[in-house]
């Protein structure tokens, strides 16, 4: 017991500060992931329900790709392609070559996953919206942006937290996968540290605690903006 609690200490006999720094980056990950695929999923769900084809075609294959491949594909894709596609860019044009940062690669690759499934919860709470809601706001003579922003928005956000809330929960989970690309997040640590140990079931163990806690404080957050966002709802 006193072994295990060393190896769990902080300072140079433990692996505590190691693993806490990996923790960092797991919910730094987390926390860049999130609006940037909000934002691409909620422009995604406009694009498929554009009356434009060319949009509505292009966003159908989007969310079509990236909900069909494997999450670590998409992200060896995007790490190994895009640092191909960028180093060749910098070669003509400035003649030198750059290494694609880890974090960048992992935050654009889950990005593009969350979008992707961000877009049908949005979807979803789009046809949630009673049609109207838009008349009635073309009948007061607002425009389709403040339409949007003032009457549509603040109902679809609410229809649409339950979705995406969940989609929070497995993006927590998913950063793990950052790991395999050199990120030192807490699955990576968390495997160097029983690597060099030759205690595995103790560090692995350790990062199935961490994950879940990390779940649990989301949970206990997300339930809390769902009450703030439902308050003053009248309840049948």
């Known amino acids: 017991m006193t072994d295990y609690l060393t190896l769990l200490s902080f300072g140079s006999e433990g692996w505590g500060d190691e693993i806490a720094n990996g923790v960092l980056v797991t919910v730094a990950l987390g926390l860049s992931t999130l609006p940037f695929g909000l934002l691409l999923g909620f422009f995604l769900s406009l694009g498929i329900n554009s009356k434009e084809p060319t949009i509505q075609i292009s966003s159908k294959i989007f969310t079509t790709i990236f909900r069909g491949l494997p999450e670590l594909l998409t992200l060896f894709i995007v790490y190994y392609g895009g640092q ?32 992707s499934y961000a877009s049908e919860v949005f ?34 956000i609410k229809l649409a937290l339950p979705g995406l809330s969940n989609l929070w929960l497995v993006l927590l989970k998913e950063t793990s996968l950052v ?19 030759k205690e595995a079931f103790l560090f692995f163990t350790l990062a199935c605690v961490i994950y879940l806690v990390l779940t649990f404080i989301s949970s206990i957050g997300l339930e809390k903006i769902e009450k703030r966002v439902n308050r003053g709802e009248v309840r049948s």
């Open 84 to 115: 191909i596609l960028i180093n060749m860019l910098f070669q003509k044009l400035f003649g030198m070559t750059v290494e694609v940062n880890s974090f960048i690669a992992g935050m654009i690759a889950l990005s593009f996953v969350f979008s």
């Open 123 to 156: 979807l979803s709470a789009f046809k949630g919206i009673n049609q109207g809601q838009y008349e009635g706001a073309q009948a007061l003579g607002l425009p389709r942006s403040k339409t949007m922003r003032l009457v549509i928005l603040p109902q679809l």
């Open 179 to 197: 790991s395999v690309i050199g990120l030192v997040d807490t699955m990576r640590m968390t495997g160097v540290a029983a690597r060099n140990t």
